[in-house]
């Protein structure tokens, strides 16, 4: 399994779910960011999880695998960045996707910042969380438009990026490049 990566992908009009089903019958690791949906159905509450990004999927694989897939899933398209004169399909390192999807997947925590002591880290530094249900993930500091605090922000370059509050200043460590 060395040499598999990670590929972010479309499936068009909205068939991700679909797509990763078929991936899944053919062994193929995916992963799609969800968020929790509530809705009132009559006099019952109704709680599901939906894609965040219409379109979207990660997959894990040899690039001779996902190329066979893709010919047997027609919807099923690289997201391409150009590169050299021509697009490239977006390849995403282990690690980030790794954090990338951490965060994902603990979308509960939402609370601002907290600490006088957040003025000791600038917008755009490395960090690392060291306490809580995200210790060790990596990340950016980022001032999101609208938002009054910054925000740990962890990016899959050119696709797409999450955004989690409610990280104490105290539970985050700098990062030396």
């Not at 979207?56 to 690289?78: D, T, W």
């Not at 980030?96 to 600038?122: I, K, P, Y």
Request: net charge positive; proline share 3%.
């Amino acid at each position: 399994m060395s040499d598999t990566i990670w590929f972010a992908m479309r499936a068009t009009y909205g068939r991700n779910l679909m797509a990763q089903r078929l991936l899944e019958i053919k062994k193929i690791e995916s992963f799609i960011p969800m968020r929790k949906r509530t809705t009132k159905v009559g006099h019952r509450i109704k709680t599901d999880y939906i894609p965040v990004v219409r379109d979207l999927i990660f997959v894990l694989c040899e690039r001779e695998v996902i190329q066979e897939a893709k010919s047997k899933i027609p919807y099923l398209h690289y997201i391409t960045r150009p590169a050299e004169g021509r697009n490239i399909p977006v390849e995403v390192p282990t690690e980030q996707m790794e954090n990338f999807m951490a965060v994902c997947n603990d979308m509960e925590t939402d609370v601002e910042f907290l600490s006088g002591e957040e003025a000791r880290f600038e917008v755009g530094e490395w960090v690392r969380i060291c306490r809580g249900s995200l210790k060790g993930r990596e990340g950016r500091l980022v001032k999101v438009e609208g938002k009054r605090s910054k925000r740990f922000v962890v990016a899959i370059d050119g696709v797409l990026a999450v955004s989690v509050s409610g990280i104490k200043a105290d539970d985050i460590e700098r990062i030396k490049n």
